[in-house]
C-alpha cells in the first residue's frame, strides 16, 4: 500500500522547507556580507596604518636615525597595541646600498606574500582565525631617490607587514537594508514559487483530475464506473471514497429494490440491451390486490418479500432475477438449456409456487399462483415475455412462450393512431351524437330517443365508441367527450318534445367538473323534463351517497334516472330502490335470443314483474327482429329499442311523441 500524505503535511513541508532555503540563503549572505565588510573595512585600516608606519619611519630616517633607532620605533608600536604586529622588511635595492638584514633575507625567500609585495602587489589575508594579514609595498618616489640613490621611480623599497585580528566589525547601515529588502524579494520569490509548486502537484492537479472524473462519470450516466485516482494525499482519498460510497448507495437505490432487495427493471433493461441470446421469464402473482384488500399492505408487503426469497431459493444461484414492479418479478436465463428443456423448468417453477405456503404471521399463511410469459432470443424479450404473460392471464394458463403469433405491435401502433384520432376529432368538432329511437312497445310509437357517441373520420364515417372510448380514459379525454355529448344533445332537443336518454358513468357523477356541467345545463336550458340520464357503470356503485346526491339534485329539474346494462353489473335490486330509478334498461345480451332462450326468458319476467311493482319503466334493447319484438311484448316490456325500429341517425322527426 502507497504510504498517503496530508494537506497538514504538505503545508507544514512547504513551511519548513521554505524556512530552512531562507535561512540557509540568509546565512550564506550574511556570511558573503561579513566576508565582504571585513575585507573592504581591513584594506582600508591595514592601508591607513601602514602609511602611518612608514610616514614614521620615514620622518626618522630624514633625521638620520640609524637601523637600530628603526627597530626602536617598531618596537614602540608593537607595544601600542598587544593584538596588532608590525614588521618591516627591505628589499634588495636596500640591502645593497645599506647592507644586508639576515631577517629581511630569509623572509624574502621564504615568505610568498612578501615575494608578491616586493613585486607591488597590496596582499591582504584574512585568515580562518579572523586575523588581517596584511604587506604593504613602500613604493619609491622621486624624493625617496635622493638617499636611495641605486633605485628608481617605481621600485620597491622594501614591505611593511601589518598584523591584528578583527574586533567589533560594523556593517554600514545601507548594507543592511540593502540586505532586508533582498531578503524580503527572495524569501517571497520562494514562499510563491514553494506554494505554486506543491499545492500544484498535491491540490489544483489532483483536484482537477477528480473534477474531470466526475464529468466523465456524469456525461456517461453509467451508475457503476467509480472514481479511480492514484494520488497519494488523505484528503483526496478520503473524499473519493465518500463520493464512491456515495455512487453504491446512489446505485443500489438505481439498480435495486428497496423492499425485496433485487435488482430492478432498470438493471434487467440494462442487462437486456447486451443482445445476448436468453430466456426471459416474467412470474406475476395471480390476484395479489386481493392479499392486499384482505390482509392490508404490510402483510401484503411481508409476503412479496418472502416471495423473493423464495424465487432465490428455487432458481439458479449463477442466474439473474429481478423485481419488475408491485407483484411481478423477472429471471434471465443463460445457462444453456433449449426451448423443451426451459418448458419444462417454468412449469415447475409453477407448480412449486403453488404448492408453497406463505405466512402473514405466525399464526396465519397464504398460498399463491403465478402466471408466467416466457421469451427467448436476443430482442424484444421484455415486450415479448409480456405478450405472453398477458395472453397466459386472458387464456388462465399457467405459463406461455412467446410466440409470433402473439405479436402485439401493431396493436399498440393501433391505439396510438387512435390516440391523435381523437384528439383530432375533438379539436375539429367531429365528435357528435347520433339518436336512435325507442319506441312504447304496445303502440311502436316514437316516445323517446337515444343520444349515441359517434366519431366522424376524415371520410365522413361513423365511428362507434368501442373503438376509441377507453383509450380516451387512459388519455384523460373521456370527460371531454361527455361534456361534448351533452351540450351537443341539449342543442339538439331544446326546441323537440321528445324525451332524450344520455350516457354517463359512475366516473363522470364523481367528477366535480362534470357535475358541475350537468346542473348548470339543466339550470340554464329549461328542458330538464325530457331528459333521462342513463349510469352505464358495469361494476356496482362504490360511492353511493354521492351519486344518490347527483340523482336527487338532477330530479329537482325535472330529470329522470335509467340504468343501463341491467342483468349484468346491476342486478341488485337493493340499489334500485334506494337510488328511485324510473327505468331499466335490460341488457341486450339477454335480449337478442330471447325468442329462444329459456334463461334470459325467466330472467327477463321477474325484472319486468320487480319494475312494475316498483312503479319502473322497462326498456329493451337490441330489438333485432320481429320475433324478439313479440317476445318482449309478450313479456310486458314497457319500450323497445333496436335495428327493428331504427338506426342511430343524426335526424330526429319533429313531431310530438
Given at each position: 500500500?502507497?504510504?498517503?500524505?496530508?494537506?497538514?503535511?504538505?503545508?507544514?513541508?512547504?513551511?519548513?522547507?521554505?524556512?530552512?532555503?531562507?535561512?540557509?540563503?540568509?546565512?550564506?549572505?550574511?556570511?558573503?556580507?561579513?566576508?565582504?565588510?571585513?575585507?573592504?573595512?581591513?584594506?582600508?585600516?591595514?592601508?591607513?596604518?601602514?602609511?602611518?608606519?612608514?610616514?614614521?619611519?620615514?620622518?626618522?630616517?630624514?633625521?638620520?636615525?640609524?637601523?637600530?633607532?628603526?627597530?626602536?620605533?617598531?618596537?614602540?608600536?608593537?607595544?601600542?597595541?598587544?593584538?596588532?604586529?608590525?614588521?618591516?622588511?627591505?628589499?634588495?635595492?636596500?640591502?645593497?646600498?645599506?647592507?644586508?638584514?639576515?631577517?629581511?633575507?630569509?623572509?624574502?625567500?621564504?615568505?610568498?606574500?612578501?615575494?608578491?609585495?616586493?613585486?607591488?602587489?597590496?596582499?591582504?589575508?584574512?585568515?580562518?582565525?579572523?586575523?588581517?594579514?596584511?604587506?604593504?609595498?613602500?613604493?619609491?618616489?622621486?624624493?625617496?631617490?635622493?638617499?636611495?640613490?641605486?633605485?628608481?621611480?617605481?621600485?620597491?623599497?622594501?614591505?611593511?607587514?601589518?598584523?591584528?585580528?578583527?574586533?567589533?566589525?560594523?556593517?554600514?547601515?545601507?548594507?543592511?537594508?540593502?540586505?532586508?529588502?533582498?531578503?524580503?524579494?527572495?524569501?517571497?520569490?520562494?514562499?510563491?514559487?514553494?506554494?505554486?509548486?506543491?499545492?500544484?502537484?498535491?491540490?489544483?492537479?489532483?483536484?482537477?483530475?477528480?473534477?474531470?472524473?466526475?464529468?466523465?462519470?456524469?456525461?456517461?450516466?453509467?451508475?457503476?464506473?467509480?472514481?479511480?485516482?492514484?494520488?497519494?494525499?488523505?484528503?483526496?482519498?478520503?473524499?473519493?471514497?465518500?463520493?464512491?460510497?456515495?455512487?453504491?448507495?446512489?446505485?443500489?437505490?438505481?439498480?435495486?429494490?428497496?423492499?425485496?432487495?433485487?435488482?430492478?427493471?432498470?438493471?434487467?433493461?440494462?442487462?437486456?440491451?447486451?443482445?445476448?441470446?436468453?430466456?426471459?421469464?416474467?412470474?406475476?402473482?395471480?390476484?395479489?390486490?386481493?392479499?392486499?384488500?384482505?390482509?392490508?399492505?404490510?402483510?401484503?408487503?411481508?409476503?412479496?418479500?418472502?416471495?423473493?426469497?423464495?424465487?432465490?431459493?428455487?432458481?439458479?444461484?449463477?442466474?439473474?432475477?429481478?423485481?419488475?414492479?408491485?407483484?411481478?418479478?423477472?429471471?434471465?436465463?443463460?445457462?444453456?438449456?433449449?426451448?423443451?428443456?426451459?418448458?419444462?423448468?417454468?412449469?415447475?417453477?409453477?407448480?412449486?409456487?403453488?404448492?408453497?405456503?406463505?405466512?402473514?404471521?405466525?399464526?396465519?399463511?397464504?398460498?399463491?399462483?403465478?402466471?408466467?410469459?416466457?421469451?427467448?432470443?436476443?430482442?424484444?424479450?421484455?415486450?415479448?415475455?409480456?405478450?405472453?404473460?398477458?395472453?397466459?392471464?386472458?387464456?388462465?394458463?399457467?405459463?406461455?412462450?412467446?410466440?409470433?403469433t402473439m405479436a402485439m405491435t401493431k396493436e399498440y401502433e393501433k391505439n396510438f393512431d387512435w390516440t391523435k384520432r381523437l384528439k383530432k376529432?375533438?379539436?375539429?368538432?367531429?365528435?357528435?351524437?347520433?339518436?336512435?329511437?325507442?319506441?312504447?312497445?304496445?303502440?311502436?310509437?316514437?316516445?323517446?330517443?337515444?343520444?349515441?357517441?359517434?366519431?366522424?373520420?376524415?371520410?365522413?364515417?361513423?365511428?362507434?365508441?368501442?373503438?376509441?372510448?377507453?383509450?380516451?380514459?387512459?388519455?384523460?379525454?373521456?370527460?371531454?367527450?361527455?361534456?361534448?355529448?351533452?351540450?351537443?344533445?341539449?342543442e339538439k332537443f331544446q326546441s323537440l318534445t321528445y324525451f332524450v336518454s344520455i350516457n354517463i358513468s359512475v366516473e363522470d357523477i364523481l367528477?366535480?367538473?362534470?357535475?358541475?356541467?350537468?346542473?348548470?345545463?339543466?339550470?340554464?336550458?329549461?328542458?330538464?323534463?325530457?331528459?333521462?340520464?342513463?349510469?352505464?357503470?358495469?361494476?356496482?356503485?362504490?360511492?353511493?351517497?354521492?351519486?344518490?346526491?347527483?340523482?336527487?339534485?338532477?330530479?329537482?329539474?325535472?330529470?329522470?334516472?335509467?340504468?343501463?346494462?341491467?342483468?349484468?353489473?346491476?342486478?341488485?335490486?337493493?340499489?334500485?330502490?334506494?337510488?328511485?330509478?324510473?327505468?331499466?334498461?335490460?341488457?341486450?345480451?339477454?335480449?337478442?335470443?330471447?325468442?329462444?332462450?329459456?334463461?334470459?326468458?325467466?330472467?327477463?319476467?321477474?325484472?319486468?314483474?320487480?319494475?312494475?311493482?316498483?312503479?319502473?319503466k322497462t326498456v329493451a334493447e337490441f330489438v333485432h327482429s320481429k320475433n324478439v319484438f313479440e317476445k318482449i311484448n309478450e313479456l310486458g316490456?314497457?319500450?323497445?329499442?333496436?335495428?327493428?325500429?331504427?338506426?342511430?341517425?343524426?335526424?330526429?322527426?319533429?313531431?310530438?311523441?
Open positions: 500500500m502507497s504510504h498517503k500524505t496530508t494537506y497538514t503535511k504538505i503545508a507544514a513541508k512547504i513551511i519548513f522547507i521554505t524556512m530552512l532555503v531562507t535561512l540557509v540563503a540568509t546565512y550564506i549572505y550574511g556570511e558573503y556580507m561579513k566576508r565582504d565588510a571585513i575585507t573592504n573595512l581591513a584594506h582600508v585600516d591595514a592601508k591607513k596604518t601602514s602609511m602611518l608606519v612608514f610616514e614614521a619611519l620615514y620622518s626618522a630616517m630624514q633625521r638620520g636615525w640609524n637601523k637600530n633607532d628603526l627597530e626602536e620605533i617598531i618596537s614602540r608600536l608593537n607595544r601600542v597595541d598587544s593584538h596588532m604586529k608590525v614588521n618591516v622588511y627591505r628589499s634588495e635595492v636596500v640591502a645593497d646600498l645599506f647592507g644586508e638584514i639576515e631577517k629581511d633575507k630569509v623572509a624574502r625567500e621564504s615568505n610568498t606574500e612578501i615575494k608578491k609585495a616586493i613585486r607591488g602587489e597590496e596582499v591582504l589575508n584574512i585568515s580562518d582565525k579572523e586575523l588581517i594579514e596584511y604587506y604593504y609595498p613602500v613604493i619609491a618616489k622621486e624624493n625617496c631617490l635622493k638617499c636611495h640613490v641605486n633605485a628608481s621611480s617605481g621600485d620597491v623599497l622594501g614591505v611593511i607587514d601589518i598584523s591584528y585580528p578583527v574586533e567589533n566589525l560594523k556593517v554600514p547601515l545601507t548594507d543592511m537594508i540593502n540586505f532586508f529588502i533582498i531578503f524580503i524579494i527572495v524569501f517571497s520569490i520562494i514562499v510563491y514559487l514553494s506554494i505554486f509548486i506543491e499545492l500544484n502537484q498535491y491540490l489544483i492537479k489532483p483536484i482537477k483530475n477528480f473534477s474531470n472524473l466526475i464529468k466523465n462519470i456524469t456525461a456517461s450516466q453509467d451508475m457503476r464506473k467509480r472514481i479511480e485516482l492514484n494520488e497519494n494525499i488523505e484528503e483526496i482519498d478520503s473524499i473519493k471514497d465518500v463520493f464512491n460510497s456515495m455512487l453504491d448507495s446512489i446505485e443500489h437505490q438505481f439498480y435495486f429494490d428497496t423492499l425485496t432487495g433485487l435488482e430492478n427493471r432498470r438493471r434487467l433493461t440494462e442487462k437486456l440491451e447486451e443482445r445476448h441470446s436468453v430466456f426471459l421469464m416474467i412470474i406475476n402473482i395471480d390476484s395479489f390486490q386481493e392479499i392486499n384488500d384482505l390482509y392490508g399492505e404490510p402483510a401484503g408487503d411481508l409476503i412479496l418479500k418472502e416471495f423473493a426469497q423464495y424465487l432465490k431459493e428455487i432458481m439458479p444461484k449463477e442466474e439473474g432475477l429481478y423485481r419488475l414492479h408491485s407483484d411481478e418479478f423477472a429471471h434471465i436465463c443463460t445457462s444453456g438449456m433449449d426451448l423443451n428443456e426451459f418448458r419444462n423448468f417454468a412449469a415447475l417453477i409453477s407448480e412449486k409456487i403453488s404448492q408453497k405456503s406463505f405466512n402473514i404471521d405466525e399464526r396465519s399463511e397464504v398460498s399463491l399462483s403465478a402466471t408466467i410469459g416466457v421469451s427467448y432470443g436476443s430482442e424484444l424479450l421484455l415486450v415479448n415475455a409480456d405478450i405472453a404473460l398477458k395472453l397466459a392471464k386472458k387464456t388462465k394458463k399457467n405459463f406461455l412462450i412467446y410466440d409470433n376529432a375533438i379539436e375539429e368538432d367531429k365528435i357528435v351524437p347520433l339518436f336512435q329511437p325507442i319506441v312504447d312497445t304496445k303502440t311502436q310509437v316514437i316516445v323517446k330517443y337515444e343520444a349515441l357517441m359517434r366519431m366522424v373520420d376524415d371520410q365522413g364515417f361513423y365511428i362507434a365508441p368501442v373503438h376509441f372510448l377507453e383509450l380516451a380514459k387512459k388519455n384523460k379525454l373521456y370527460h371531454q367527450l361527455t361534456k361534448i355529448m351533452i351540450q351537443k344533445t341539449f367528477n366535480k367538473e362534470i357535475n358541475h356541467f350537468i346542473v348548470k345545463t339543466l339550470e340554464e336550458s329549461g328542458i330538464g323534463h325530457q331528459i333521462v340520464f342513463e349510469i352505464i357503470e358495469s361494476e356496482g356503485i362504490e360511492n353511493f351517497d354521492q351519486v344518490l346526491e347527483f340523482i336527487n339534485e338532477v330530479k329537482q329539474y325535472g330529470a329522470k334516472i335509467s340504468i343501463d346494462d341491467f342483468g349484468t353489473g346491476y342486478s341488485n335490486f337493493e340499489y334500485l330502490m334506494k337510488l328511485k330509478v324510473d327505468y331499466i334498461k335490460i341488457d341486450g345480451s339477454m335480449i337478442k335470443n330471447i325468442d329462444s332462450d329459456k334463461n334470459s326468458q325467466m330472467i327477463t319476467t321477474s325484472i319486468v314483474s320487480f319494475a312494475k311493482n316498483m312503479n319502473i316490456v314497457d319500450y323497445s329499442q333496436g335495428y327493428y325500429f331504427g338506426e342511430p341517425t343524426e335526424l330526429v322527426t319533429p313531431s310530438s311523441p
